[in-house]
């Protein structure tokens, strides 16, 4: 069987068959997956059953992974899995759901929110790899846009005028917007914010892309509340239906987004049911703007 890949978004997002991902994977099959994530920006592989060692084993056959830093309000006693992957599901450490009212919960609900993954780090990372492991009885879609086609479809003017902005990105911000302020001056000083260019060129294809999230919260510049609004209203364009891509979760999937060149969100679902999706992420290549490493 050789590996192939179908369109299942409207302008981007595919589906991939024929590659047995549990198992080792050569070179030439991982440039086949860049190359489809040039073209698609995002690529579902269907019902894999990975475990932890063989999710990081794929991984890292695409690329370094980032270096682990702690980016929810889970304490260290409180982990369930390694630190080299990002806990997404909704389990504390006994494998318990959160309840409603957690502040670990209230937190990364905030997952919720339009964003691209580590926009508040420097560099921020390049491919996210979301597994699956187990899925509610309903809701907890992934919902992904294309920030390419997006910026393609802006006017002139509008291209003209953000082309030099330059953002700030803090996960401060993205929780500001759905009224969660309950941090610590260590948090605080952790999710300090890094600067980002609006609209960055991707490496590899060349093509320009909005470079939006919810943990944008300023502009270089401008009063704060005319910068929020720019950035409301770009990102009520760049999520129209025409550039969205919905995937609904089976046991097992493994969805691969490109950071530089989408943004995502998560769905509701029932909250006391488990939800337990792991994502491994793939280093960047470099800041988008100059400034002092954080
Ligand atoms: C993520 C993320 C969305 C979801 O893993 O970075 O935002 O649906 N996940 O869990
Ligand atoms: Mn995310």
């Not at 994977?25 to 040039?38: G, L």
């Amino acid at each position: 069987m050789s590996l192939t890949f179908r369109q299942v978004g409207p302008c981007f997002a595919a589906e991939a068959s024929g590659l047995d991902i549990t198992k080792p994977i050569t070179p030439a099959q991982a440039d086949q997956i860049h190359a489809a994530m040039n073209e698609y920006a995002v690529v579902v592989f269907r019902e894999q059953p990975l475990t932890d060692e063989t999710q990081m084993a794929f991984t890292l056959s695409l690329g370094p992974i980032e270096p682990p830093v702690t980016t929810n309000l889970r304490n260290k006693d409180q982990l369930r899995i390694s630190t080299n992957f990002a806990d997404v599901s909704n389990l504390d450490e006994n494998n318990k759901p959160f309840t409603r009212d957690d502040r670990r919960r209230l937190f990364g609900i905030g997952n919720r929110l339009w964003h691209s993954d580590s926009s508040f780090k420097v560099i921020p990372a390049k491919y996210s790899l979301l597994h699956a492991r187990t899925v509610p009885s309903k809701g907890g879609d992934t919902e992904f846009a294309d920030m390419r086609a997006a910026y393609d479809a802006l006017d002139d003017e509008t291209k003209a005028e953000i082309e030099d902005l330059v953002c700030e990105h803090s996960q401060l911000y993205s929780r500001r917007l759905i009224g969660f302020t309950n941090f610590t001056d260590e948090e605080r000083e952790r999710m300090k914010p890094v600067l980002q260019r609006l609209v960055r060129v991707h490496p590899d294809t060349g093509r320009k892309s909005l470079y939006l999230a919810s943990h944008a919260g300023e502009i270089v510049g401008w009063p704060t509340p005319e910068a929020m609004l720019l950035l409301s209203d770009l990102t009520f364009h760049a999520t129209q239906r025409e550039f969205v891509y919905k995937h609904q979760w089976r046991k097992g999937d493994l969805v691969i987004w490109d950071n530089r060149r989408t943004m995502h969100r998560a769905r509701p679902f029932p909250s006391h049911e488990p939800r337990d999706v792991r994502r491994t992420t793939l280093a960047g290549e470099g800041p988008t703007v100059a400034q002092q490493a954080a």
